[in-house]
């Protein structure tokens, strides 16, 4: 034991900053200093080791912190080991190393993950096609997957926007790269990364995805050998009964869904849940948290870590999913019990692990393209965006020996 220790609250009336406070254990981590999450312990809060540098780094970054003695921490943790609370200490190990599936020229706040990766000051490679194709994956830990369409779709824009000229230079784009690794179609090339990111994850990688990379992800895989994209995406029709052919026993977390087949609808299949919830106003648009055994369930407890069990909703491409089409095998820790539509899931594939996140921007209630972007300093204390970085901090677990 040390003679004292820095305690950062995750409450919602202390920490000034919760966002940064991750990016203050991540660090910390990274100095090859031990750290305790105490899930569920005001809030989530973070035991680090005491020295001046993380001293000093919490009062660069604005983190609300304490100095407590070993007393103290044995006091916290005699209190959080009770078999009557609902809590845990889980021990966290190494920081992981994490890469952001994105393409090279997009603006940091396009993405949610990036921008709050980077207001946390948690380091990440960006990576994409060509990076994931050339097993560049196996250096990482965690992956993101940036809002994207691995569907050969080009994020079905066309109805509204096949006349932009940022379309037009994004589907150019794409088609270069494509022919450039060996593929004819984008569709084939997208269908190929799909996989490649499917055996990181089933390897042992933990995978994080938002907005339309979680769907689109899931139907390149259903769609394996089956041409869905129309004319104006690939140069050829699609096949004729394609629906039949879609194999659900491929995808990560859903089933039974019908894909959309008109090209001019912004929609890709019956997953999402952007045009069945009209009745949800923005004033009454909040989702739940789960609450899970800490001791029995300490993975799903801390990607529910948060201040508050109500957390703001938030609209995207893919802005939720569909409880009907979620596997059985698939946790649902974040809901919108009225409309019957899931918002934050997880699930186990082969050794690894995936969280799907529906929705854009937890602080832009309806992003659209070319809107400013988000400033977290207005934001430090984001319910929303803390999910995101409990995705990020969970990999630094230490991992418990099953019992056998």
């Known amino acids: 034991m040390f003679a004292s220790f820095i305690l950062l609250p ?5 920490q000034t900053n919760h966002l940064k406070a991750y990016g203050i254990t991540f660090w910390s981590l990274q100095q090859g200093n031990k750290a ?8 989530g809060s973070f035991l680090l080791e005491d020295n001046e540098a993380t001293r000093n780094e919490c009062k660069i970054r604005g983190v609300t912190f304490e100095i407590i003695s070993d007393t103290q921490a044995e006091t916290i943790l ?18 992981p190393k994490i890469a952001v599936y994105s393409p090279k020229d997009k603006m940091p706040w396009d993405d949610a993950v990036t921008m709050v990766l980077t207001y946390a000051e948690i380091p990440f490679d960006v990576v994409y096609d060509t990076e994931v194709l050339e097993e560049k994956l196996l250096l990482y830990e965690w992956l993101h997957l940036h809002h994207e369409d691995f569907t050969g779709q080009f994020g079905k824009f066309y109805g509204a926007y096949r006349t932009a000229p940022w379309y037009i230079e994004q589907k150019n784009d794409a088609e270069e790269l494509a022919n450039k690794l060996g593929f004819s179609k984008v569709s084939q090339e997208k269908l190929e990364v799909a996989k490649k ?8 990688g933990f995978m994080f995805a938002m907005c339309s990379a979680t769907d689109s992800f899931d139907i390149a895989l259903a769609a394996e050998g089956v041409d869905i994209c129309e004319v104006m995406f690939d140069g050829d029709p699609s096949e004729i009964n394609y629906q039949q052919k ?17 090209p001019m609808e912004y929609e890709f299949s019956s997953i999402d849940m952007t045009r069945k919830r009209q009745s949800i106003k923005r004033t009454s648009d909040y989702f739940s948290l789960q609450e899970y055994s800490a001791k029995w369930d300490p993975i799903p407890t801390m990607l529910c870590q948060n201040h508050t069990q109500l957390i703001k909703g938030f609209m995207g491409q893919t802005t939720s999913f569909d409880r009907l089409a979620i596997k059985s095998s698939v946790l649902i820790m974040g809901e919108n019990k009225t409309n019957k539509e899931a918002r934050y899931i997880h699930g186990v594939k082969g050794k690894g692990m995936f969280t799907f996140y529906g929705g854009h921007d937890p602080e832009d209630y309806q992003h659209r393209v070319g809107d ?3 400033e977290l300093d207005l934001h430090p204390n984001s319910p929303g965006y803390r999910l995101i970085l409990n995705n990020v901090l969970f990999p630094a677990a230490k991992k418990k020996k099953q019992k056998t």
């Open 36 to 43: 305790k999450w105490l899930l569920n312990y005001e809030g």
């Open 246 to 262: 879609i194999d659900y026993n491929k995808t990560f977390a859903f089933k039974d869904f019908t894909l959309v087949r008109n």
């Open 10 to 14: 995750m409450d919602d009336v202390t």
């Open 372 to 374: 400013a972007k988000t």
């Open 78 to 95: 005699k209190e959080i080991s009770s078999p009557s609370k609902n809590m845990e200490a889980i021990d966290l190990e190494k920081a």
């Open 197 to 204: 990111i499917r055996d990181f994850v089933i390897g042992g």
